[in-house]
């Protein structure tokens, strides 16, 4: 029945509050005039030795006074449930009679009774009122504990009466009265209005068509939205009280003498006309603050509410049919599904400080969306259920976010602070996405080192001492790596292996890899004792390969795969064949020869494979340091050399690698190639032979 303030009442009751407050309507209606016992008719009549409670017989004037002015209805809020008592010349039954015979004159007042929930029925009490209905309601009503009537009109009047409502209006947990019962259930029986609903079904036939509906109530044809609990909504318009506020207010002592004077006098002017009343509905009871009847509601804050104004408002809501309403629930359960799928969304696929900006884009949205739908067309979007909705599922959402970041950040830390520089490390601990179970294809370059004549010195080394010198070596190689943005991928003996281009993109891989390795060589030589015969070997591979988390979720490695990788590995180990100490491929050495000196050693098959590969000895780094006069003569000698090798000019060939040692006294592929010349001397190669030379090792 209606829609839900259960789950999100606080925050709801607050938003909703203020809403009322500051967005307010004018009362479209104009039908509902309310005469207060207030102060200034307290006072007025204390002067006059009339002290409260007053006599029946003021009530009696004042009702034929709005009767012979055309009033439509006149509701008392107020409790008549005592006899009056006697008084200086005035007696109370005689006061008490002509009150009711005015009433059952009139048959358009409206009484009011109190009641409190209870096992027991009130309806044996309305027999002694046969004018008074109790309601058999169609449709499955709200539940509702039976009410007992614990104060009632008497008898007289309850039988001159044309209806009964009740008086009761029950705050929220926190003493505000925002919503009230229009019925109240009667154990069997059937339900009793509230005072605003009796004089509301007062203005309706007898034939009236009541019914419980999924939605709320109706009434004829009259749909009245309801809360889930069965409670109706209280429409407020403006602030209450006698200024300025919804409805016109009038003093009861005023309207009293008003009646006796126009008694005496029809042509008399009156404080009240009889002009204010016609066609009115009167609701007459006390603001007087001594008198009890001042509420607190979500206006209060602006005016304080007498009870009867509140009961005028919701009397005035039913007539100009100025209702709260909802969404339907399939629209707020979208939202909400949009709120709870749309927010994890947003929290997986932005930064921090972007889904933050973006929550309080939505939290404005809704809030905002909220105010203009209720301010137009008074919907009241339950805003503080969406509110606590997105923000639980963002402040939720982003603290496991954060935490399980913070996690992945410890376990990238952890699984590459030893392999790439800590500037790596910040950016893929800023970017994890970077790094995935599983591989991809992606172009790098990879570097294999080995040191030679490592035996020699494991052997003539104490093991402490190896494990010291092992550690400075690997360190400094390491430091190299790290210098040169680059990957560490492990460590096998006194060997590395290290690549370049992935976590992070680099354009020029390649030339970060060989600067690495000419560097190494350098810090090998600084490091190893003078009478320690040993360098270090590299091969370096440029091309196509996997690269990635390879292994199971409980244990993995940053890793790359493919025959490039294979063929550095086989080029580090082709130095021995050409005594070199840097080995590059063909797809190296275009992206590199423009920064570093380089010539061609070979057009090798490497064990294991049948194509061939042209690889390159790396020897220098062209820059303006670096003297490389004597390298560049040597370089060309030996590219005359080669041109007489390839041409099967054994002879000349010999010659030129021979004069290369002018320059390079133990140049090692010179040295490889005389000795190549000399057994092609004695056996030629066959016809088809293109200078391609099979590795018979790894």
Request: proline share 5%; glycine share 6%.
């Amino acid at each position: 029945m209606g829609f839900s303030t259960h789950t999100f009442d606080a925050l709801d009751q607050l938003i909703l509050d203020y809403k009322f407050r500051y967005l307010q309507q004018e009362d479209p209606n104009n039908k509902i005039v309310l005469v207060s016992i207030d102060e200034k008719s307290l006072s007025y009549f204390n002067k006059n030795g009339m002290y409260w409670p007053w006599p029946r017989e003021f009530y009696q004037v004042a009702t034929e006074y709005f009767t012979n002015s055309g009033a439509q209805l006149t509701v008392f809020d107020i409790l008549f449930d005592t006899p009056d008592f006697n008084r200086n010349n005035i007696s109370g039954s005689a006061s008490d009679r002509r009150f009711a015979n005015t009433l059952a004159n009139a048959q358009n007042g409206i009484l009011a009774f109190k009641s409190t929930p209870s096992a027991d029925s009130i309806t044996s009490a309305l027999h002694e009122y046969p004018n008074i209905k109790s309601y058999s309601i169609a449709g499955q009503p709200p539940y509702r504990q039976p009410h007992l009537l614990n104060s009632r009109p008497i008898t007289p009047f309850g039988q001159a009466a044309k209806a009964l409502g009740n008086t009761v209006l029950q705050p929220d947990s926190d003493g505000l009265i925002r919503s009230v019962h229009l019925f109240d259930s009667l154990a069997h029986k059937g339900s009793v209005p509230t005072l605003s609903m009796a004089a509301y079904l007062a203005t309706k036939s007898d034939s009236v068509e009541i019914k419980w509906t999924d939605d709320g109530l109706r009434v004829d044809n009259i749909e009245i939205p309801l809360l889930e609990n069965g409670d109706y909504l209280i429409n407020w318009y403006k602030k209450g009280g006698v200024q300025n506020g919804t409805f016109p207010y009038y003093s009861f002592h005023a309207v009293v003498q008003s009646a006796i004077q126009k008694k005496r006098n029809p042509q008399a002017d009156v404080p009240v006309p009889p002009e204010v009343f016609e066609g009115k509905i009167v609701l007459v009871g006390a603001s007087a603050a001594g008198l009890g009847d001042i509420k607190s509601t979500p206006m209060s804050s602006l005016e304080a509410f007498p009870g009867m104004e509140i009961q005028a408002t919701i009397l005035n809501n039913l007539i100009g049919q100025n209702f709260v309403t909802q969404w339907p629930t399939i629209v707020k359960i979208i939202i909400l599904l949009l709120l709870s799928l749309g927010i994890p969304f947003l929290i997986a696929y932005s930064r921090p400080l972007n889904g933050a900006i973006s929550m309080v884009g939505i939290l404005s949205i809704i809030l905002g969306a909220g105010i203009a739908f209720f301010a137009y067309e008074r919907i009241w979007l339950s805003t503080g259920m969406y509110i606590v909705v997105s923000v639980l599922t963002y402040s939720g959402g982003a603290a496991y976010k954060y935490f399980a970041e913070e996690k992945r950040k410890q376990e990238i830390k952890s699984a590459f602070g030893q392999y790439v520089q800590p500037e790596f490390v910040k950016q893929l601990m800023d970017q994890p996405e970077l790094l995935t179970l599983g591989g991809h294809e992606k172009r790098l370059t990879v570097l294999f080192s080995d040191l030679a004549g490592f035996t020699t010195i494991s052997e003539s080394k104490p093991p402490k001492e190896l494990v010291k010198f092992l550690n400075e070596y690997l360190g400094a190689m390491t430091n190299i790596i790290f210098d040169n943005a680059g990957t560490v991928d492990k460590y096998i003996g006194d060997a590395v292996m290290a690549f370049w281009g992935a976590p992070i993109a680099q354009d020029n891989h390649a030339e970060l890899a060989c600067r690495s390795a000419l560097q190494m060589i350098e810090k090998v030589d600084q490091l190893t004792p003078q009478d320690t015969p040993t360098h270090a070997r590299f091969g370096i591979a440029t091309g196509n390969m996997i690269v990635g988390n390879i292994g199971s979720f409980n244990r993995f490695n940053y890793t790359v795969l493919g025959d490039n990788v294979n063929l550095a590995a086989r080029l580090e180990a082709a130095n021995k064949t050409f005594n070199t100490k840097a080995m590059i491929a063909e797809p190296t050495y275009q992206q590199i020869k423009d920064q570093f000196l380089c010539r061609q050693l070979d057009l090798l098959v490497v064990k294991g494979k049948t194509e061939p590969v042209k690889v390159y000895e790396l020897m220098a780094e062209k820059t303006s340091e670096n003297d490389l006069t004597s390298l560049k003569e040597a370089t060309e000698i030996y590219n005359r050399a080669m041109e007489y090798y390839l041409n099967r000019q054994w002879n000349q060939a010999i010659k030129h690698f021979s004069d290369v040692f002018d320059i390079l006294p133990e140049d090692g592929p010179s040295q490889t190639y005389i000795e190549r010349c000399e057994e092609f001397k004695n056996t030629p190669p066959p016809d088809d032979w293109n200078g391609v030379f099979h590795l018979k090792t790894k």
